[in-house]
């Protein structure tokens, strides 16, 4: 009988993948929790008819995730040659045939995996498989998984987070406000702090839910010439649950693309945004008091278009702190302390390009965001 080997599982590696980590919503947090208040915009809110206007407790390791969204398993459309290896390497050595032809490589397993209960099977003998042995390789290659986006998110960027964006509000709050210098000047922002408050910026924008907006501006226009998303994906042949679509498919594996030519190379569509609004933008803290916080969403990081239809970037980096930039200087930015009336315009402006809110209160008014 053939030997099949166990599922390489990762157990070390979260299944249940936040788009949002839990790091950057740990200061919203309930006391003595690892939980948030929050209200779900997208099945409460009705614009045109009685809206639940309900704050819910909901525990952060249940919200902004997917489960194995950064995952790349057996039948990604896109697949990097480590991942290639890593699923498909210890199970080479059973002769496949697919159509007639043999499938030699990583990439022709790859290739052909929608097919699988159409190949061809044998062992290094030459004895065909058995339904047994068959079931058991895709149970193999259904559960192996490369987890590299998962953990190098964690590694190279969730890990670090709170220390940073807590020594950037510190030194923003020892500032008078008003028009400052980039500099190495231990008062003022550095410029590598100024660099990294962008690729923090750029990182949340595209892990959100809602994306980054000139990548779905593109992808709109590939649907109206591929119609793509109104081509199901049967519920069985879905190599992630949530792609119903072939276009929901192609996106997803692009989303992943562009995050593993960031996180290995530092290159890519997120690197071109990132070095643009390094060179081209003035950036903006604006501070308020405990009494009267920011919110956030599962959209923490996103673009608005202003008054001259220029795109102003805006991010919630912490109850009490919101990083803007848009073109400008980039050797200046400006500390604001933000009104009360500031505050709740930022707070609408969230409200309306996320859907999962977070509050600080469970008796927040979150019916005066939609006023």
Request: negative net charge; hydrophobic residues 35%.
């Amino acid at each position: 009988m053939a030997t099949i080997p166990e599922p390489k599982t990762h157990e070390e590696a979260a299944k249940n993948q936040h788009l949002i980590p839990r790091c950057y919503m740990k200061p919203w947090y309930i006391s003595g929790s690892e939980s948030v208040w929050a209200y779900n915009k997208k099945d409460k809110y009705k614009p045109d008819s009685n809206s639940d206007w309900t704050i819910e407790r909901k525990k952060s390791e249940k919200i902004m995730a997917l489960n194995g969204f950064h995952d790349i398993k057996a039948g990604s459309l896109y697949m990097p040659v480590e991942a290639e290896h890593e699923i498909f390497d210890d199970v080479l050595r059973f002769n496949v045939a697919y159509n007639g032809k043999k499938l030699n490589t990583p990439k022709d397993w790859n290739l052909s995996y929608a097919f699988f209960d159409q190949w061809t099977i044998k062992d290094s003998n030459g004895a065909v498989f058995t339904a047994d042995e068959k079931a058991k390789l895709k149970e193999y290659l259904e559960k192996t998984r490369w987890v590299y986006i998962e953990t190098e998110w964690s590694r190279a960027y969730e890990s670090q987070w709170n220390s940073f964006i807590n020594q950037i509000e510190s030194k923003a709050k020892a500032q008078t406000p008003g028009n400052k210098k980039i500099d190495e000047d231990t008062q003022n922002i550095s410029c590598e702090e100024f660099k990294k408050l962008i690729k923090y910026s750029v990182v949340f924008d595209w892990r959100s839910v809602e994306g980054n907006v000139i990548f779905n501006e593109i992808q709109q226009i590939l649907d109206e010439l591929m119609p793509l998303k109104t081509m199901s994906i049967p519920e069985g042949q879905r190599v992630h649950g949530e792609d119903k679509t072939a276009g929901d498919e192609i996106q997803h594996n692009l989303i992943l693309k562009a995050y593993i030519k960031y996180l290995q190379n530092d290159d890519g569509w997120m690197k071109v945004i990132e070095d643009h609004c390094m060179s081209n933008c003035t950036l903006s803290i604006w501070l308020t008091d405990s009494a009267h916080q920011f919110i956030t969403s599962d959209n923490p990081s996103f673009s608005v278009k202003n008054e001259n239809g220029k795109l102003v970037n805006y991010f919630v980096a912490l109850p009490t702190m919101l990083i803007s930039y848009s073109v400008g200087n980039p050797a200046e930015y400006v500390i604001n302390l933000a009104t009360e009336s500031q505050v709740m315009g930022f707070n609408k402006m969230i409200a309306q390009n996320g859907n999962m809110l977070i509050v600080d209160s469970q008796a927040y008014n979150i019916e005066s965001l939609f006023q």
